[in-house]
């Protein structure tokens, strides 16, 4: 499925900076940066639940926040594009 995570991590601290490196990190390991704090995850249902938590634990929710919008599996064919920073097709073969 398709889930589009956003954040907002106050950064006016040394660890909410390393709060958001943290995160943004944990976001690239699942998906793919579409724009600065937005990412478009494909994940399968344990993957889900291990990024959620994973990010779940790494904010402070007192002065951070994260917004989840699952989209489910087809949503990808209904997200149009326009401007800078083509996103990358996960579903085309990547070369390095």
């Known amino acids: 499925m398709l889930v589009l995570v956003c954040y907002d991590v106050f950064t006016d601290t040394p660890a909410g900076r390393r709060r958001l490196r943290r995160v943004a990190r944990t976001c690239q390991d699942h998906g793919v940066r579409v724009q600065y704090s937005v990412f478009e995850c494909t994940v ?19 002065t951070d926040s994260l ?30």
């Open 44 to 62: 399968d249902p344990a993957q889900w639940t291990v990024l959620r938590a994973s990010l779940i634990g790494l904010i402070e929710p007192r």
């Open 67 to 96: 917004r989840f919008y699952l989209l489910g599996s087809q949503a990808r064919h209904k997200v149009e594009h326009i401007g800078v920073r083509t996103p990358t097709d996960l579903d085309e073969p990547l070369i390095l």
